[in-house]
């Protein structure tokens, strides 16, 4: 149980190491995005503990979410570097989303279960491979709009003095 607390703060701490390698402007762009799908992946994990989709065993700080790590960690600095990549190609976006989200959903779920992490319960591989595709889109039609809104201004001085 120790190592897996350690394994957590690493699995947590770790993909930090790499936001200065993004550069300051995909951090400010793509910022509204991850933050927004975390926000919606804290109250989605509130929803999945009462519907007992999948249960954690062993948690980086009693009392809180198991999912804190992974949504602090992987999940959101893997959604700024996804989106430096791939955005504006949705389709490109789709396929590393897939990838990851496969990658995870299989190999990521069995290994953290056979180290007694979290497991699931009333949730297939299948149907949480589908839920995290669903959040995929959700962030990129998000991030999309955040980019229109951003744009409008400019567009709308580049009409009056024109």
Avoid: C
């Amino acid at each position: 149980m120790k190592h897996n607390k350690m394994l957590l703060l690493i699995l947590m701490i770790l993909p930090w190491l790499s936001v200065p390698f993004l550069g300051k402007r995909t951090i400010k762009r793509f910022f509204p995005g991850a933050l927004f799908m975390g926000a919606w992946i804290t109250v989605e994990s509130i929803l999945a503990k009462k519907r007992v989709w999948w249960r954690f065993t062993d948690k980086l700080i009693p009392g809180v979410m198991g999912e804190i790590p992974f949504i602090v960690g992987p999940f959101f600095v893997g959604s700024l570097w996804i989106f430096k990549l791939t955005f504006g190609n949705f389709f490109r976006y789709l396929i590393v989303n897939l990838i990851t989200d496969v990658l995870f959903t299989f190999l990521g779920m069995h290994f953290l279960r056979r180290l007694g992490i979290v497991s699931l319960v009333r949730m297939k591989h299948y149907q949480m491979s589908l839920l995290f595709m669903a959040k995929s889109v959700l962030m990129y039609i998000f991030q999309g709009s955040i980019e229109k809104l951003r744009n409008k201004p400019r567009a709308l001085l580049q009409r009056i003095f024109s």
